[in-house]
């Protein structure tokens, strides 16, 4: 979705659920008006990240305020996650195919757009259908689907890290 106009939209017609028309109207799915979408959209737009006083104007960690923890692990996401994830918002606003299906049986579940980390310490659970209880298992989960084999020490500095976001 390009905007927060398509999402209000599409969230109000078919909430979730891949579009299943049963379940969207259980949830009291409607058809919004072009000015109620504006509207809504207007209105997230207000919404800001919250304080993250570690981080410089371009979303890096200040050295001097972060710990030896959190520099080794902004390292370690700059090499892991961060082509995705990218300073200062940590998102690159695309959709990307994570290609699950390689792990479980299960069906694919295609394209999902990367969600932004600023202030992720304050919203779990994690990813687009929560899986995700905490923060160390979304590393985990991406150490199993990038197959990078981090350490111990690597998960838990790229967690103390993703706190100061
Ligand atoms: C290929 C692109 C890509 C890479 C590389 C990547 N991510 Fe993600 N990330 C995504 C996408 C796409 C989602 C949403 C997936 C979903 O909801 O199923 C996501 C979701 C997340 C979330 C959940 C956010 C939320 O609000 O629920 C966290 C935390 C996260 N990634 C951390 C990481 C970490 C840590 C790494 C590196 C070890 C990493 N990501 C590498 C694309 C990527």
Redesign the pocket.
Known sequence: MRSLEDFSEVEAKTAYFDGDPVIALKKGARRFTREEIAAMAAMQNMIAFPPAPKLDIQGRLNQKKATESELRGEKV?TM??A???PAPYYTDNL??D?QVERFYDGRA?GM????A?RG?KD?PP???DGR?LT?ED??EF??MI?E?RLSAQQKTD?VAF?RTL
């Open positions: 996401f892991a996650c082509s995705c994830h959709a990307h994570l579940e999902i757009k990367t969600f980390l992720i919203s994690y990813m687009h995700c923060l979304t590393v991406f150490n990038q990078l790229l993703m």
